[in-house]
Nanobody, 125 residues
Framework: QVQLVESGGGLVQAGGSLRLSCAASGRTVSTYKMGWFRQAPGKEREFVAAMSWSGGDTYYSDSVKGRFTISRDSAKNTAYLQMNSLKPEDTAIYSC??????????????????WGQGTQVTVSS
């Protein structure tokens, strides 16, 4: 069992930055891939970024590549999503998730078993 708790959302002006945190608990968390997804009102849930908890490759959607960075602090069992140069279209509820997607399937939310409660990010223009 893995529990995930996000924090760090809020209201920011366009061009600003926020850092989201995802505190993970559970003995097997290091064996999972961690993903960040977001869902804006009236839209489908969208993949944002993913990485292996053990480190290594990171993956980003084209819409955030170069602006967002996913990372983790193993000692704190916490994953992060650093978001820079935020745009109004980044406004959404952001959720972290843990799963074991097959290679190449990391963007598919169906592969992620554990989800946090989500945190609201609002970017004003």
């Amino acid at each position: 069992q893995v529990q995930l708790v996000e924090s760090g959302g809020g209201l920011v002006q366009a061009g600003g930055s926020l850092r989201l945190s995802c505190a993970a608990s559970g003995r097997t968390v290091s064996t999972y891939k961690m993903g960040w997804f977001r869902q804006a009102p009236g839209k489908e849930r969208e993949f944002v970024a993913a990485m292996s908890w053990s480190g290594g490759d990171t993956y980003y959607s084209d819409s955030v590549k170069g602006r967002f960075t996913i990372s983790r602090d193993s000692a704190k069992n916490t994953a992060y999503l650093q978001m820079n140069s935020l745009k109004p279209e980044d406004t959404a509820i952001y959720s972290c998730a843990a799963g074991r997607p097959l290679s190449g399937a990391y963007t598919n939310a169906a592969w992620y078993v554990y989800w946090g409660q989500g945190t609201q990010v609002t970017v004003s223009s």
